[in-house]
């Protein structure tokens, strides 16, 4: 069965940075755009930023400035470089190849003091 498997959350103080990383199957990595998404609780599930093979970056309006989408080819990962975190990006984020049905397990980000 074909897995996006992400890692790096956590929990963080307003301010501070952490990157996360989502890991692909090749065949799949060279297919698609890859992107992040984030859902916090009770809200609907957002897209934060997405990356095409060729490397052109789009963002959502709040993280614009803050957060940096990248991928490897190759290691077939994708990043999300998340700095000046605030409370508000508190929620758990998924990748996706995005226009696929094919997502990761989520990682949670906690941004609290």
């Known amino acids: 069965q074909v897995q996006l498997v992400e890692s790096g959350g956590g929990l963080v103080e307003p301010g501070e940075s952490l990157r996360l990383s989502c890991a692909a199957p090749?065949?799949?990595?060279?297919?698609?755009?890859m992107a992040w998404y984030r859902q916090a609780p009770e809200k609907q599930r957002e897209l934060v930023a997405f990356i095409t093979t060729g490397g052109t970056t789009n963002y959502a309006n709040s993280v614009k400035g803050r957060f940096t989408i990248s991928r490897d080819n190759a290691k077939s990962t994708v990043y999300l470089q998340m700095n000046s975190l605030k409370p508000d990006d508190t929620a758990v984020y998924y990748c996706?190849?995005?226009?696929?049905?094919?997502w990761g397990q989520g990682t949670q980000v906690t941004v609290s003091s």
């Open positions: 996706r190849a995005f226009g696929s049905s094919l």
């Open positions: 090749g065949v799949i990595f060279t297919r698609f755009a």
